[in-house]
């Protein structure tokens, strides 16, 4: 009996060994992600059992690499996690290319009070006709709502994942319009008028589809790095942080005495990229230098220790998230935005597959933890104190809703009991 048993044990361990690859790389991925990354799973609200039941039927269908390599990307879609994706691969799928550029139709889309209106319309794409603030009804001659769900779905295909739907929406508004240069995209816009136009574009142009924050900012900006700074026509001093570099601090040590003195500043972080720094030291630089705030203490010559307005959309990822979720946790800042942001700010792991064939990163748990009463930022973001719909009369006028809003604040003040920290100018 021992003997048979043994045998039987030795047989069925046989068996796997002689599994499929494909079959075994995708268990491997089912377990190892409910494994490492259970908690996140259940509280972005993701029914693992049923995507391990439906990804275990899945591979044993799959015969090829490349058919291996696609169903492991929507296998990350799954996560619904904007930081999980394929690091390394020995496989190399056609992406359909053909040597031709991945390009945009220089359209960007937004969502506000349930209409998509262009958000950005730049060079031949104005030329053609298409005004920021027109309303955008279908694309392709699908309805418009419909279009970017669909565009999601393609985006999730090709490897792309989000950690939460307003991530997605966003992301549909902008890269979701890129395609193969050459390729033709029709708008059925509403202008100003009333009036109903159908404008072809064909994609062109390099990466004119990725997202740059505010498409009307103060004019007569400088630069450091990806950054930009200036006043407003008003006075205020503003500052737009594209990303997060390793030397943001000294970067703002640059901003902050050209700004010089201003009744308030307004810290835009739209589609901020992240990155990484000391975050501290960043907020150091908004504190009067020595003083204790919290978990902080001021640094820098030229602190800016007045009121400030922080800028956030769903662009904004992860050390963006960390940094622009301090201003607000911590009392410093007021923050408004016509969406949280992205949701994507976690702490990483990356595994390679029992083939060899395929490394994998992905999140395991939230950064800052203590945000949003406990819950962290990944699949939640940071969510504005006052959210602010992009007005498409002000998009028509050339004028950005948010830094209106935002000078509006730093001229009238905050709501009460809102923002801790004093003005101390």
């Given at each position: 009996m021992r003997t048979l048993l043994l045998s039987f044990v030795t047989a069925v361990s046989l068996c796997a060994q002689d599994a499929p690859p494909y079959a075994r790389d995708i268990d491997f991925l089912l377990t190892e992600f409910q494994k490492q990354a259970g908690a996140l799973l259940k509280q972005k609200g993701v029914d693992w059992d049923a995507v391990r039941t439906e990804f275990t039927k899945a591979a044993g269908s799959v015969t090829t690499d490349t058919e291996h390599y696609k169903l492991v990307s929507r296998l990350l879609s799954q996560l619904h996690d904007g930081h999980a994706g394929i690091v390394q691969s020995k496989v190399k799928p056609d992406d359909g290319s053909k040597g031709r550029r991945f390009t945009g139709p220089r359209v960007h889309l937004v969502t506000s009070g349930g209409k998509v209106l262009v958000r950005a319309a730049f060079k031949d794409a104005a030329d053609a006709g298409i005004k920021a603030g027109q309303e955008v009804l279908r694309i392709d001659g699908t309805p418009v709502h419909q279009w970017l769900d669909r565009a999601v779905v393609t985006m999730e295909q090709r490897g792309s994942s989000f950690s939460t739907?307003?991530?997605a929406s966003y992301a549909a508004c902008h890269w979701g319009l890129g395609d193969w240069e050459g390729t033709p995209v029709t708008f059925e816009i509403k202008d100003e008028t009333g009036a109903m136009k159908s404008i072809k574009r064909v994609r062109n142009g390099g990466p004119n589809q990725v997202p740059v924050g505010p498409i009307f900012p103060p004019g007569d900006l400088k630069f450091v790095g990806r950054q930009?700074?200036?006043k407003t026509s008003e006075g205020m001093a503003y500052i737009h942080l594209r990303d997060v570099?390793?030397?943001?601090?000294a970067q703002l040590d640059?901003?902050?005495?050209?700004?010089?003195?201003a009744p308030g500043l307004i810290l835009d972080m739209r589609a901020n990229g992240g990155g990484g720094c000391?975050?501290?030291?960043v907020f150091g630089r908004f504190l009067a230098k020595g003083k204790q705030w919290g978990y902080y203490e001021g640094a820098g010559d030229h602190a800016f220790t007045g009121p400030m307005v922080l800028i956030v959309d769903a662009g904004v990822r992860s050390a963006g998230e960390t940094i622009a979720g301090m201003f607000k946790e911590d009392g410093r800042a007021y923050l408004i935005g016509d969406a949280p942001t992205a949701g994507t700010s976690s702490q990483k792991s990356e595994i390679s597959t029992p083939s060899g064939m395929l490394r994998i990163r992905f999140s395991t748990r939230t950064n800052m933890g203590r945000f949003n009463k406990g819950r962290g930022i990944e699949g939640i973001g940071v969510s504005p104190h006052e959210t602010v719909p992009v007005k498409a009369e002000d998009l028509l006028k050339k004028e950005d809703t948010l830094i209106k809003r935002a000078v509006e604040l730093l001229r009238k003040g905050f709501?009460?009991?809102v923002v801790?920290?004093?003005d101390e100018r």
């Open positions: 739907p307003h991530q930009s700074y200036g570099p390793g030397d943001l601090p640059k901003m902050l005495p050209e700004i010089g003195d000391d975050h501290a030291a709501p009460e009991d801790d920290y004093p």
